[in-house]
């Protein structure tokens, strides 16, 4: 760089951010912010998807294929028809359980039912152990459990313990054999020879998948075929250990790019600040450019300047936010884990950290999201007219106004976005939405702000009026200080609107679900817990209880592409059916006589494509039945669908005839507490169970729902920091271009009081327009958050619900913060210093 | 009416710079004075020590009887606003504002509203030649319009001393001349004292008495026009 060039740098770049460097700090700041939150979400999404690749590696090991049965499980007579397949190298039988565990409330483990020796020959690793004995040969040992590393750390479990599992109401002991290491079995779960698997828990003849390794050079295509052929009755699925990850990564994508999107709203708001801060620096300093232009820099000089220095500010910002984003991202995954990743992310994981590739492209994000701040006001910098710069009074030729008809193009561009069907199944579109809109209105606020203070009332108030006056002169000014707020609090109202709706419905929906006295529940989907029919009638008959119903948990499959769905059977009135499920939608007509009624919960009617009245055929263990879709129902429990089917049908055609919930109505008499007793007085010593109230279950409920959506309150409040930095920039710029009309302020008569006061308005009625724009546009954008986004991403409907008391208090907050915000970077208007910025000679 | 005792004042620390030595000055009523001196010589300190916008470090300033040393900030403020007016060199006129609004603010600050205000902006327009610009916004102002409307707002509210600090400093000689005959005019018709601080003899003679500020210390110079 030449003398004269950096003597030009110095002289249009550093110095002035030099000078403000508070504002320049908040700017990197900002970018630093979004950059960390994009990064270490970037890095625990990585890291969720590692795991998951990791686990199915090592669950499947050399296997080049896994046949699966769609429905629940498959009939172990497949077994030696695949194994004598020609071109089966070797075939190992699975058989998968979720043991729930006796000694511990609510915990479970994955036992996997294993061939010794078949396994070990899909699993080499499994003899280099270095355990002391042979796995192979001990795993025969009908009571002896091998657990992961994982396992073992979770449960705090070493060799030589004893694991204790319930199988319905029994507690199986199994002596830990050993510790694997991650390379042979990486998720947390245990090892267990097949035949004790399916002997002690209740499976004899079932297998959950067979995972078969090829020889080599026959190919995947041809091997599927023959398979599909050997079906015997059973429906198939059969699938790669990459389709296996695929589709457990699929399970939580909508959480991830949630999250995700979470992250571009804070870098969106950092680059309005970014934005905000350099129009507001372009503004003031016109004339400077000016006199600069007129002593011979060029204007294509002054652009590249600006806009390097910008990208400086972009990368150092970038590489805060990188450092910042590694460190969250490892502190996230070791200390928050399962509180905000809903129960996606392993708590467990190993340090993560970025690759030089993926720090690049984070500090090129960073640079562009400034320079894409930074562009307009640059550009227009550059275009000073250089003789109306110089002129005294010069602010009002610096507005420009939105072109209104560009103005109504992009906002009924944000909503024709919303028309566009979800992209890979991402509710891309409506985040494309928000973001169009946003900026429109962003677009729009200098029209708005002057448009309002046309209407606003008038007063003799005289500090008032000037405020007033000098806000309606400098709208782009104030447009500008206002912008991050606008975006931020739309943000802040369209998420309160949004978790308010939300948390409302699942309160309203979880009173609705939970019609009974009392629940008694024993284990879950695919758990080995359970109860038996005598039990349940047993309890039926206990003193206080008016009348039970059960329900068992299982699976079904309405397409084998896709994983199953959970298959709810209770038994139920079909006309009560309205009592305790919140149906959404219901068949005019009755279930044809050759079909069997089912009610389908609105994520699997999404899932599936589903509406009331629809016939689908579906797979509940081996049987196929036609099914006739009678009622859609609202379901938060089930994100990937379930369905609700009459228990009489479900053991008609399967035989299962265990329980997992008994829902207990008592008499009007009766003791809640003792009839509780009771029950638990009959139920077998050692063994888990719960047995809750509605009330109960709805405050846990509840106390989930709001840990997974701390994180987002989290952001929000960082978003209208963001917000109020940006007013507090403005107002501070503002007063130092204005000191000059403060000293005359002074000089005239106005007290110190009356400059703070004039100051506290002006802030508070930016605040306001900031608010107001933002409560609509926030309105606005929770309607496409709630009826677009969250359908699209979680298939959950919910009905509007917003918390008017709350938005009241945040934006009297606000506002209240904006007035207080301005009179404090206006402190120096009201000093000595601005009583001699009339003239600055003595 | 205006009564300038031994008057200092020093800014700085290291070092020390004593900008008034020992300043003492006594204006009456209907009085209409220059001060000259170089740059840098005190002259605006002198009149912010008078406006009573900042404190001597010794001395006393005292208007109409009140020592302003030992009043308060507001006291300070609120005897500004009714018994001052200023005219700046760099007219400071608010840009938001209309020019009608801006030579009204000083009714407005001591709550003169409606009529009676519309009726004195209206003649104090007329009188300063800028009726017809009544609904201009400043930037769309000549300097020299610019400059007479200052001279309205610091009479507009009969103020008894006008302090003009450089008022044809950004003015062409023309302009100057013009808005110092109209700012003489207007103290006269209204029996306001004045103080004018400039560095121009021309200007400074459209004055009574001519005092010269020199190195922190004020004398008096020649009296150049008798009082009409």
């Given at each position: 760089m030449s003398a004269a060039a950096f003597v030009v740098l110095d002289a249009v770049v550093l110095r002035p951010m030099r000078r403000n460097l508070a504002r320049t700090t908040l700017a990197v700041l900002a970018i630093a912010l979004g950059i960390a939150l994009g990064s270490s979400i970037y890095l625990i999404n990585r890291s969720a998807a590692d795991e998951i690749s990791l686990a199915a590696r090592s669950l499947y090991g050399l296997a080049d294929l896994s046949v699966e049965s769609v429905g629940e499980t498959l009939q172990d007579t497949l077994y030696p028809s695949i194994a004598r397949l020609p071109g089966v190298a070797v075939a190992s039988p699975e058989i998968e359980i979720e043991a729930r565990l006796a000694d511990r409330p609510r915990a479970s483990i994955k036992l996997i039912g294993v061939d010794a020796f078949r396994y070990a020959e899909m699993q080499p690793a499994i003899a280099r152990t270095g355990n002391d004995s042979d796995v192979a040969l001990e795993l025969l040992n009908p009571s002896s459990v091998f657990l992961s590393a994982t396992a073992a750390r979770e449960l705090g479990l070493s060799k030589g313990e004893v694991l204790n599992v319930q199988v319905g109401l029994r507690v199986e002991p199994l002596e830990i054999a050993g510790v694997l290491p991650a390379n042979v079995l990486r998720e947390s779960a245990g090892l267990i020879d097949i035949a004790t698997a399916q002997w002690k828990f209740d499976r004899l003849g079932r297998l959950s998948r067979i995972n078969l390794r090829l020889k080599s050079g026959v190919s995947l295509k041809q091997m599927k075929s023959s398979l599909q052929q050997l079906q015997q009755g059973q429906a198939l699925r059969i699938t790669t250990p990459g389709e296996a990850t695929d589709d457990a990564l699929r399970l939580s994508r909508a959480y991830r790019a949630n999250l995700t999107a979470l992250a571009l709203v804070a870098l969106f708001t950092g680059g309005f600040l970014v934005y905000s801060t350099q129009a507001l620096m372009a503004l003031r300093r016109r004339r400077e450019f000016a006199i600069l232009h007129a002593l011979g820099v060029t204007r294509l000089q002054q652009l590249w300047l600006n806009l390097s220095a910008t990208a400086v500010l972009g990368l150092l910002g970038s590489a805060i936010g990188i450092a910042l984003g590694v460190l969250l991202a490892n502190v996230g995954l070791r200390t928050l884990g399962q509180a905000v990743g809903a129960g996606y992310f392993s708590q467990n994981a190993a340090p993560v950290n970025l690759h030089p590739v993926e720090i690049a492209l984070f500090a090129a994000v960073g640079m562009l999201v400034a320079l894409a701040g930074a562009l307009r006001p640059s550009l227009e910098a550059s275009k000073v007219s250089t003789a109306a710069a110089l002129k005294a009074g010069d602010v009002l030729s610096a507005y420009s106004p939105a072109n209104p008809v560009a103005l109504t193009l992009a906002f009924l561009l944000g909503i024709a976005v919303l028309l566009v069907p979800p992209i890979a199944g991402l509710p891309l579109p409506g985040y494309v939405s928000i973001a169009i809109l946003l900026i429109a209105t962003v677009a729009a606020m200098p029209a708005f702000i002057r448009a309002v203070l046309k209407i606003r009332p008038k007063t003799n108030f005289v500090a008032y009026e000037i405020a007033i006056a000098e806000l309606a002169g400098t709208a782009r000014y104030a447009a500008l200080s206002v912008s991050a707020i606008v975006v931020s609090f739309s943000l802040m109202v369209a998420m309160a609107i949004m978790v308010s709706s939300f948390r409302t419905s699942l309160d309203e929906w979880t009173q609705k679900m939970l019609p009974a006295d009392l629940y008694l529940r024993v284990g879950y989907v695919g758990q080995s817990a359970h109860m038996d029919e005598s039990l349940a009638r047993s309890l039926a008959t206990l003193s206080g209880v008016s009348r039970i119903e059960v329900s068992r948990l299982s699976e079904a499959s309405l397409n084998p592409e896709l994983p199953p769905v959970v298959l709810i059977a209770r038994s139920f009135d079909v006309d009560a059916i309205e009592d305790s499920l919140w149906i959404t939608a219901k068949a005019t007509a009755r279930a044809p006589d050759d079909t069997t009624p089912i009610w389908v919960s609105e994520a699997a009617a999404d899932l599936f494509d589903l509406a009331a009245g629809d016939l689908i055929e579906m797979q509940v263990g081996e049987a196929r039945l036609e099914t006739f879709v009678q009622g859609l129902w609202r379901d938060y429990e089930h994100q990937n669908g379930a369905i609700l089917i009459q228990r009489d049908t479900y053991t008609r055609l399967?035989?299962?005839?265990?329980?997992n919930t008994i829902w207990f109505w008592l008499s009007e008499d009766a003791s809640l507490r003792s009839v509780r007793d009771a029950l638990v007085a009959n139920l077998p010593p050692g063994v888990q169970y719960d047995i809750r109230q509605p009330g109960e279950i709805r405050q846990l409920s509840l106390r989930a729902f709001d840990r997974t959506f701390a994180i987002t309150y989290v952001l929000e409040i960082v978003a209208v920091a963001i917000g109020l930095f940006g007013i507090a920039a403005g107002i501070s710029a503002q007063v130092l271009a204005r000191r000059g009309e403060f000293g005359a302020l002074r000089h005239i008569g106005f007290t110190r009081g009356q400059i703070g006061g004039m100051l506290a308005i002006e802030g508070s009625v930016l605040g306001a327009m900031g608010v107001l724009a933002g409560l609509a546009m926030g309105v606005v954008v929770s309607l496409i958050l709630i009826y677009i986004v969250n359908r699209q991403s979680f298939h959950w409907s919910m009905d509007l619900h917003a918390p008017v008391s709350l938005l009241t208090s945040l934006a009297l907050a606000l506002v209240a913060c904006s007035a207080l915000i301005a009179l404090l970077s206006g402190r120096q208007a009201m000093g000595v210093d601005v009583v001699r910025a009339v003239k600055e000679d003595w | 009416m205006l009564l300038i005792d031994n008057v200092a004042k020093t800014f700085g620390s290291q070092p020390a710079r004593e900008v008034l030595s020992d300043v003492s000055l006594r204006i009456c009523a209907g009085q209409y004075i220059a001060i000259m001196g170089e740059s840098g010589s005190g002259k605006s300190t002198l009149l912010n020590l008078i406006a009573g916008l900042d404190l001597p470090d010794r001395g006393r300033v005292i208007f109409e009887g009140r020592v302003l040393s030992e009043l308060d900030d507001s006291q300070r403020t609120i005897l500004r606003r009714a018994h001052l007016g200023f005219v700046f060199q760099a007219f400071h006129l608010l840009p938001h504002l209309s020019l009608e609004r801006n030579v009204g603010l000083p009714l407005a600050l001591n709550g003169i509203h409606g009529a009676r205000a519309q009726q004195r902006i209206d003649e104090i327009l007329d009188a300063v030649g800028l009726s017809s610009r009544r609904r201009s916004m400043p930037a769309n102002l000549s300097g020299g319009e610019m400059q007479r409307a200052a001279v309205a707002r610091a009479l507009v509210h009969r103020p008894k001393l006008v302090l003009a600090d450089e008022p044809t400093g950004n003015l062409d000689a023309e302009s100057a001349q013009e808005v110092l005959a109209l700012l003489r005019i207007q103290l006269k018709q209204d029996g306001a004292a004045g103080i004018l601080v400039t560095h121009s003899p021309a200007a400074a003679e459209t004055t009574d008495e001519i005092f010269r500020l020199h190195r922190g210390r004020l004398s008096a110079s020649t009296s150049v026009h008798e009082t009409i």
């Open positions: 399967n035989g299962d005839r265990a329980i | -």
